[in-house]
């Protein structure tokens, strides 16, 4: 089945330093892939969606200037958390779409992000 | 805008008993899909089941079985048999004409099988 691998499953990192996480589709073409951010026991809240080639979409309230997001192939998507504070530790997930029925929404592992 | 509601936070149920889980939504599209996705203690997002609104059929897999009532916009999920492995958070998430359309998300159901 559609695999999509996302790295790394944990990073701790300074503040004010960046840290990109990358998400690949492994055997299919990412059309589109969505980031999303989890807080504990709480649902998958999404940051923005990303087509290969295209500027991404950010949704509202979401800084686009501190998490850049680019989809520059088919087959990887990264989000970099910039300048990166205390309060942006989370959970990231990024979620791949080839825009068929045939593989559905494929979920990368996550990354749990520490900014100490 | 589409809304997707799990009203039940939290549940818990006897190994090999059977539990179901609530869902319902709001939307105004009448083409669209709905999926029940499980999120284990790893937080690696599986796929349940999904159910496509035009078949009436209810969907099911294995032990996993919907409820799905299209008028009612009701989407409950059904897990047999229930296992120690079923403890997870469920999410139910909704997507109008599949593809490249962002799934919206219930707030999910915390689901624990007691030995």
């Known amino acids: 089945g559609a695999v999509v691998s996302q790295h790394p499953s944990w990073v701790i990192c300074k503040s004010g330093t960046s840290v990109k996480i990358e998400c690949r589709s492994l055997?299919?073409?990412?059309?589109?892939m969505f980031w999303y951010r989890q807080f504990p026991k709480q649902s998958l809240m999404l940051m923005a969606t990303s087509n290969e080639g295209s500027k991404a979409t950010y949704e509202q309230g979401v800084e686009k200037d501190k998490f850049l997001i680019n989809h520059a192939s088919l087959t990887l998507s990264t989000l970099t958390v910039t300048s990166a504070h205390p309060e942006d530790s989370s959970f990231y997930i990024c979620?791949?779409?080839?825009?068929?029925?045939?593989?559905?929404?494929?979920f990368g592992s996550g990354t749990r992000l520490t900014v100490v | 805008a589409q809304t997707v509601t799990q009203s039940q936070p939290e549940m818990s149920v006897q190994e090999a008993e059977t539990v179901t889980l609530s869902c319902t939504y709001d939307?105004?599209?009448?083409?669209?899909?709905l999926f029940w996705y499980k999120q284990p203690p790893s937080r690696q997002m599986i796929l349940v089941i999904r159910?496509?609104?035009?078949?009436?059929q209810n969907a099911t897999e294995n032990r996993f079985s919907v409820n799905f009532q299209k008028a009612a916009k009701s989407f409950s999920l059904k897990i047999s048999d229930s296992q120690l492995g079923d403890t997870a958070m469920y999410f139910c998430?909704?997507?109008?004409?599949?593809?490249?359309?962002?799934?919206?998300f219930g707030t999910g159901t915390r689901l624990t099988i007691i030995p």
């Open positions: 998430a909704f997507v109008p004409n599949f593809g490249n359309e962002k799934l919206t």
């Open positions: 939307t105004s599209e009448n083409n669209y899909y």
């Open positions: 979620s791949a779409s080839t825009g068929s029925s045939a593989y559905g929404y494929t």
């Open positions: 159910q496509e609104a035009y078949k009436q």
């Open positions: 055997d299919f073409q990412a059309t589109t």
